[in-house]
């Protein structure tokens, strides 16, 4: 077994780090203190650094504008990218941009692919997917109430959702509803485009996730569709297929959210290293001179080598068997990671005593943030009850 990575994809590697240490993690205070104003002009600035490098949009195959990275490549950089909370936008393969327009490249007809992917990939507009909705629980989205029904040549939705990352500021949505109510429950609902400047969308609010609003980008909406009239060609894909295109979504996003949460797990390890060796308890004994945060570090490091081996893996697995032959990997990391990467960031803020709990690390982003990846794109319990059955049943066929 091989794990060594190209030389030349290892030297962009080591630019992009450099980049994102140096230009964007003096960004994060903007980000910390919440000065929209000035980050915004501040990102744009930094994305026009990245196009000039050609790194945009790793995630994109080139004909698309972007830099056609194969699965197991793109995890590489998702780890660099994840090291500050601004990498992912700034480079352009930002959730839940990156996961739509893989949609529209996958299913959108040319008119739809000239009027929203184009713009989307070029990083023009920004786009938002809603699917959970507030009545009903996601994790078993088939139980949907948003409804888009028939009427002449339009579609008219009607329906309620919430934490639809990135919404406010959004040029379109990519809608989740049911189209085909009479059809099994797994071939009830379609995705639907719809602009965000439709009368009939609402954007209700930013939801205060512990504590904070958030803004632009950095957000989850909460949006009501009412009466809500689009094009019966804003239709992605084929009625009733929304589902199995959702599933085809986390597929690859999931590696990206993994890949991501192992970059923070890096940083977070070297601030507590580095904190550690500073911070002295008495003159001459550091933090880092007490076992139990030896203990910590060491443990921290352990299990993040642990996580990434298996993400790498199952990038590995899809890029080579496909999505279905990795089903059980994919389930693995995404429990795995997220809680590796919740222990991580809490030993790194235990180490900074009451300097973690504030906004003038990141770390405090990261704990209030990233408590989510346990819950978005399948909680944790979905994960393990779906590959324990699978292991289960494997027994089982033995008998
Ligand atoms: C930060 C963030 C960003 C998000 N972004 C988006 C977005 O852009 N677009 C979008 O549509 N949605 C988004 N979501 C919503 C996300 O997909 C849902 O929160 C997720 O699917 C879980 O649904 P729920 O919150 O309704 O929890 P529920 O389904 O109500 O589940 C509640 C809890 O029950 C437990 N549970 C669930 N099923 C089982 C089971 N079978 N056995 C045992 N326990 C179980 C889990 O612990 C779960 O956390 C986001 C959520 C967060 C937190």
Same mark, same amino acid.
């Given at each position: 077994m091989d794990f060594s990575v190209d030389s030349k994809i290892q030297s962009t590697l080591a630019g992009i780090r450099s980049f994102v240490e140096t230009q964007l993690v003096p960004l994060e205070p903007l980000l910390l203190a919440a000065r929209w104003d000035e980050l915004g002009p501040a990102l744009e600035a930094q994305r026009q650094a990245v196009r000039e490098h050609g790194?945009?949009?790793?995630?994109?195959?080139v004909a698309a504008g972007?830099?056609?990275?194969?699965l197991v490549e793109l995890g590489l950089w998702s780890e660099e990218l994840g090291r500050s909370p601004l990498g992912h936008y700034v480079f352009g393969c930002q959730a839940p941009d990156a996961g739509n327009a893989e949609l529209l490249l996958l299913h959108g007809s040319e008119a739809q692919k000239r009027r929203y992917l184009d713009p989307l990939a070029a990083g023009r507009t920004r786009s938002c997917f809603c699917m959970?909705?507030? +009545?009903? /629980?996601g994790s078993n989205? !088939?139980?949907?109430?948003t409804r888009a029904v028939r009427d002449g040549d339009d579609y008219v939705i009607d329906g309620h959702k919430w934490f /639809? %990352?990135?919404? *406010? &500021? #959004? @040029?379109?949505a990519i809608v989740m509803a !049911?189209?085909?109510?009479? /059809?099994s429950r797994y071939e009830r609902a379609s995705m639907i485009l719809v602009d965000c *400047?439709?009368?009939?969308?609402?954007?209700?609010r930013n939801i205060p996730v512990m504590g904070h609003g958030g803004d632009g980008y950095f957000s989850h909406g909460e949006v009501r569709f009412e009466q809500c009239r689009v094009p @019966?060609?804003?239709? $992605? &894909?084929?009625?009733?297929a929304g589902f199995v295109m959702a599933q085809e979504r986390l597929g690859p996003g999931r590696i990206h959210h993994c890949m991501r949460w192992l970059g923070i797990c890096r940083r977070a390890l070297e601030m507590m290293c580095d904190y550690a060796l500073t911070? +002295? $308890? #008495?003159? +001459?004994?550091?933090? /880092?001179?007490?076992q139990i945060v030896q203990a910590w570090i060491a443990e921290s490091s352990a299990e993040l080598h642990a996580a990434r081996a298996l993400v790498l893996e199952a990038a590995w697995r899809i890029e080579k068997h496909g999505f279905k032959a990795a089903r059980d990997h994919i389930s693995m990391i995404k429990f795995l990671t997220a809680n590796t990467l919740q222990r991580i960031v809490d030993r790194a803020v235990q180490v900074h005593g009451a300097l973690g709990v504030t *906004? *003038? %690390? !990141?770390l405090a982003f990261w704990y209030r943030e990233e408590r989510a990846a346990r819950i978005y794109d399948g909680p944790d319990e979905v994960h393990k009850l779906s590959l324990a059955r699978h292991l289960l049943k494997a027994r089982q066929g033995r008998g």
């Open positions: 790194w945009w949009a790793p995630n994109l195959p972007g830099g056609g990275a194969d959970t909705e507030p +009545e009903f /629980a989205p !088939v139980q949907m109430g /639809a %990352t990135a919404a *406010d &500021g #959004a @040029a379109f !049911v189209t085909e109510a009479e /059809a *400047d439709n009368p009939g969308f609402h954007l209700l @019966a060609s804003n239709l $992605l &894909g084929r009625p009733g911070r +002295e $308890l #008495a003159p +001459e004994r550091p933090l /880092a001179s007490q *906004d *003038d %690390t !990141v």
